[in-house]
């Protein structure tokens, strides 16, 4: 899809993540995975950039065949690192490996360019794409407003305040909420206020 550069994604969200190579059963299904869900991406106003160490027309090759062995279009630019220079920036390759595979490292990454979060698996089992929409929703569900997320959470449950931080106004928290644990919901969940 032609060069790319992290800087292009600016003013946006980005989920940067490796896969071990081209032509494995467990990427080929996360890739297969992410590309039906790239609409929910798009919705998050979140795009996908893949990266491993395979060559340009490897990933071509394996593109190809996904979408002729499985009617799957992968609809989003993959980056080639044959010298390994990323993946090891990146802390994707361990210094020590046997090989050049990339563990598959995952970079969630806000509009300003800053890594927010970080999942790392190793190469025998596959991200949950689900789990990779709540994250960046979380993250931007924080963003919006001065809240937490609790354990779990989807878009539209109700979301924590975040504890006081002077003894005042801990003591002075409403009764029926621990002060370490103030649940918010509906529209003052949206106004980050109880």
Do not use: K
């Amino acid at each position: 899809m032609g060069p790319v550069s992290l800087s292009d994604y600016r003013g946006r969200w980005l989920v940067l993540f490796s896969h071990p190579a081209d032509f494995t059963p467990v990427c080929t299904t996360e890739f297969v995975a992410l590309s039906r869900a790239a609409d929910r991406f798009a919705a998050l106003d979140c795009a996908l950039l893949a990266i491993s160490v395979d060559s340009l027309y490897s990933h071509l090759a394996w593109v190809r065949a996904i979408r002729e062995n499985i009617g799957v279009t992968i609809s989003f630019p993959i980056i080639e690192d044959p010298s390994m220079v990323i993946g090891h920036a990146y802390g994707m390759i361990a210094a020590t490996a046997g090989d050049a595979g990339t563990m598959r490292s995952t970079f969630f990454i806000d509009p300003a360019g800053v890594i927010r979060a970080i999942t790392c698996y190793p190469a025998t089992v596959g991200r949950s794409v689900d789990e990779m929409l709540r994250l960046v929703a979380a993250l931007q569900r924080v963003d919006a407003d001065d809240v937490v997320t609790p354990e779990g959470w989807r878009p539209g449950d109700a979301v924590l305040m975040p504890p006081e931080v002077h003894q005042d106004a801990m003591l002075a928290s409403p009764g029926g909420d621990a002060w370490f644990h103030r649940l918010v919901e509906g529209a003052d969940a949206a106004a980050g206020a109880r």
